[in-house]
């Protein structure tokens, strides 16, 4: 059974860089078959994308917050990463990473830009001093 | 960018009911919408996808339907536990984005 978890501090500061990691079990993050992504959602409202990434390392970012987002992965640790830079309490959210299939009855989507099948739980970020 | 639009914001209905949520496009996205419930407190959960086509393990009583810039969510015989919020989410192009969200409450 596919799982993602994930970590990472509960509280940043103000300007610094939010940094997140989302482990994978139970499936391999080199498959050719999905991207992996970010999405948030502050508190009472609606999801956000924040960015995918493909094993290779192939990133597409929200260009509301490409300036700012850096994501990453590392395949030999079977997990990806988010870093968010210049953080302000509008930064403040559940951030919850996901997989993205590439492949569905209704054909190939190379881009990865796609939906969002399996969810981690989720974990609260707030930003404040 | 494209602008997801669901309507109603919230509504209210009676087990047994059947319920519609739209969602409307601001430009044309083919087929590529998916719908997510989200129960309170509890991570969002795939129902449908390209439309129409439903998530295994998803019950029956969820259909999608639509194709352009106007797309349905409907959920027949409403049970209590379908209480949450819904989500569109259009995945054509770059950036992926999502509607502002549907909340069902039950009578």
């Known amino acids: 059974q596919l799982q993602l978890q994930e970590s990472g501090p509960g509280l940043v500061k103000p300007s610094e860089t939010l940094s997140l990691t989302c482990t994978v079990s139970g499936g391999s993050i080199s498959s050719n078959s999905y991207y992996w992504g970010w999405i948030r959602q502050p508190p009472e409202k609606g999801l956000e994308w924040i960015g995918s990434?493909?094993?290779?390392?192939?990133?597409y970012y929200n260009p509301s917050l490409k300036s700012r987002v850096t994501i990453s992965v590392d395949t030999s640790k079977n997990r990806f990463s988010l870093k968010l830079s210049s953080v302000t309490a509008a930064d403040t959210a559940v951030y919850y990473c996901?997989?993205?299939?590439?492949?569905?009855?209704?054909?190939?989507?190379?881009?990865?830009?796609?939906?969002?099948?399996?969810w981690g739980q989720g974990t609260l970020v707030t930003v404040s001093s | 960018d494209i602008q997801m639009t669901q309507s109603p914001s919230s509504l209210s209905a009676s087990v047994g009911d059947t319920v519609t949520i739209t969602c409307r496009a601001s430009q044309g996205i083919t087929n590529y919408l998916a719908w997510y419930q989200q129960k309170p407190g509890k991570v969002p959960k795939l129902l449908i996808y390209a439309a129409s086509t439903l998530q295994s393990g998803v019950p029956s009583r969820f259909s999608g339907g639509g194709s352009g810039t106007d797309f349905t969510l409907t959920i027949s015989s409403l049970q209590p536990e379908d209480v949450a919020t819904y989500y569109c989410q259009k995945y054509n192009r770059a950036p992926i984005t999502f509607g502002q969200g549907t909340r069902l409450e039950i009578q």
């Open positions: 990434i493909y094993y290779s390392g192939n990133t």
């Open positions: 996901a997989r993205l299939p590439l492949y569905d009855s209704s054909g190939y989507y190379p881009e990865g830009l796609v939906y969002f099948d399996y």
